[in-house]
T-cell receptor, first 111, second 116 residues
């Protein structure tokens, strides 16, 4: 079963704008991860946020986690055309590495 | 960062044949490897977990006799799709985790399987 639900399903923005996407999950977690996937390629790990953390930054990425609402958000600031990709959140309810992925948000950044 | 490779990257086969996909961790020892399947414009679905030297554990609904997994060494896991049919056409992605970093998985580039 799919643990995470993401919205929006698709997002189209212009270079320089910020992109925000959200992820909701159902069960308790130890951490939540965000991945990027370029079309037809493998996944690139972006950031991991632990359940005792509320916010984390990495370069132009900002991730928040609200365990009371079972939700997370990924913000990409000052987007670039190279940020065009699908973004997935993933949780591991089992703590055995069995990641459950959200449906993903397809982001298109136009120059 | 750690590198995981998959081979082949793309394969086309006839219905009824078997296809083997390799997943290798190039610069670290992967005690656990995971196999995912992704249909077009959909998310990744975990198929099975393989631990080196032991039998793979399959997720509900995944046929173990259909998708044979072997994890014979700490750097190689293979997925064999037996008697492939067109509905098996998909993007298969593996990931690998080392014993010291259970939170972090490194993903391969994926294998596009097309069954005619």
């Amino acid at each position: 079963s799919q643990q995470g639900e993401e919205d929006p399903q698709a997002l189209s923005i212009q270079e320089g704008e910020n992109a925000t996407m959200n992820c909701s999950y159902k069960t308790s977690i130890n951490n939540l991860q965000w991945y990027r996937q370029n079309s037809g390629r493998g996944l690139v790990h972006l950031i991991l946020i632990r359940s005792n953390e509320r916010e984390k930054h990495s370069g132009r990425l900002r991730v928040t986690l609200d365990t009371s609402k079972k939700s997370s958000s990924l913000l990409i600031t000052a987007s670039r055309a190279a940020d065009t990709a699908s973004y997935f959140c993933a949780t591991d309810p089992s703590s055995w590495g069995k990641l459950q992925f959200g449906a993903g948000t397809q982001v298109v950044v136009t120059p | 960062g750690a590198v995981v490779s998959q081979h082949p990257s793309r394969v086309i086969c006839k219905s009824g044949t078997s296809v083997k996909i390799e997943c290798r961790s190039l610069d670290f020892q992967a005690t656990t490897m995971f196999w995912y399947r992704q249909f077009p414009k959909q998310s990744l679905m975990l198929m099975a977990t393989s631990n080196e030297g032991s039998k793979a554990t399959y997720e509900q609904g995944v046929e173990k006799d259909k998708f044979l997994i072997n994890h014979a060494s700490l750097t190689l896991s293979t997925l064999t799709v037996t008697s492939a049919h067109p509905e098996d056409s998909s993007f298969y992605i593996c990931s690998a985790a080392s014993s010291g970093e259970s939170d972090t998985q490194y993903f391969g580039p994926g294998t596009r399987l097309t069954v005619l």
